[in-house]
C-alpha cells in the first residue's frame, strides 16, 4: 500500500509582516512519499485521495494571522485568528 504523508514546521518565529509572504515550512520531520519540498513549500499530491491538513496558527497581541492552502493558486481553505488587547490604565 503507497503512503503519503509530511510533517513541516517553522524552525524559527515569523513575522510580523505587513503584506502577503509565501510562507514555507523549512524544518521537515516526516516526509513519506516526498510529497512535500522544503525548498518551496508546496506539496506534490502524487496518489489520488482524501488528504487532511492540520494547521497550528498563533498571533500575539494587536496582529492578525491568516494562513491560507491553496490548490493550483487558488485558495481552497484559510485560517485566521484576530489577537487584540484594548487595555486602559
Known sequence: MLQVAFLARLSEHFGPIEESAHLIFPQ??????????PASGSFLVTIDGVYAFHLHVMAVSNYIAWLAIKVRGDITCYRH?????????
Open 28 to 37: 521537515v520531520d516526516t516526509n513519506v512519499g516526498s510529497g512535500y519540498d
Open 81 to 89: 485568528i484576530i489577537h487584540i488587547i484594548d487595555i486602559d490604565i
